[in-house]
T-cell receptor, first 114, second 110 residues
């Protein structure tokens, strides 16, 4: 049974559109992360959280908002989507701090912005 | 800016051979180095981590860390076609986050 579940798995929107990517983890982990993966750039951290109501800025946060509503649920919001945000997005969770605790990834959400 | 660089970009080995992947990192204070495996259409999965200088073995995997040269290597003994995947090296950054390399694509030919 998947411990980190993302939805939707595929999404197509137009420039200026609103998109919400959802992530739920059943690992009882405190830390959750949103990454984007692009050819030539690898995995880059957008936002992360170490508990409900907490939000930390990652390395590429521009154009993204995030919200952690419960320990299990972490959302990534694109309020005015742009073609540069076309990417493969991964959610992950970890029991400890990101550099020492193992990350458990979801299967990804492919977003296309036309 | 903290960086993680991996080599080679791609590697083809015959079934049963040893696969050797390399990674250099820029932050000498990195507490941990991780290797993740990513199959097409899937999220990365952690394979092995190392925190101290030296080597660590888990099954067919051996990882070597040399903090003086900021170098870590992953060796897969008796490589199998199912090992074909992208391998990501990641190092802990100053801010407590993982910095990922671009990956090495491994293809094991039957």
């Amino acid at each position: 049974e998947a411990a980190v579940t993302q939805s939707p798995r595929n999404k197509v929107t137009v420039t200026g559109g609103n998109v919400t990517l959802s992530c739920r983890q059943t690992n009882s982990h405190n830390y959750m992360y949103w990454y984007r993966q692009d050819t030539g750039h690898g995995l880059r951290l957008i936002h992360y959280s170490y508990g409900a109501g907490n939000l930390q800025i990652g390395d590429v946060p521009d154009g993204y908002k995030a919200t952690r509503t419960t320990q299990e649920d972490f959302f990534l919001l694109l309020e005015l989507a742009s073609p540069s945000q076309t990417s493969l997005y991964f959610c992950a969770s970890s029991g400890g701090r990101g550099d020492t605790g193992q990350l458990y990834f979801g299967e990804g959400s492919k977003l296309t912005v036309l | 800016q903290e960086k993680v660089q991996q080599s080679p970009e791609s590697l083809i080995v015959p079934e049963g051979a040893m696969s050797s992947l390399n990674c250099t990192f820029s932050n000498s204070a990195s507490q941990s180095i991780w290797w993740y495996q990513q199959h097409p259409g899937k999220g990365p999965e952690a394979l092995i981590s190392i925190f101290s200088n030296g080597n660590k073995k888990e099954g067919r995997l051996t990882v070597y860390l040399n903090r003086a040269s900021l170098h870590v290597s992953l060796h897969i003994r008796d490589s199998q076609p199912s090992d074909s995947a992208v391998y990501l090296c990641a190092a802990g950054g100053n801010t407590g986050k993982l910095i990922f390399g671009l990956g090495t694509t491994l293809q094991v030919q039957p």
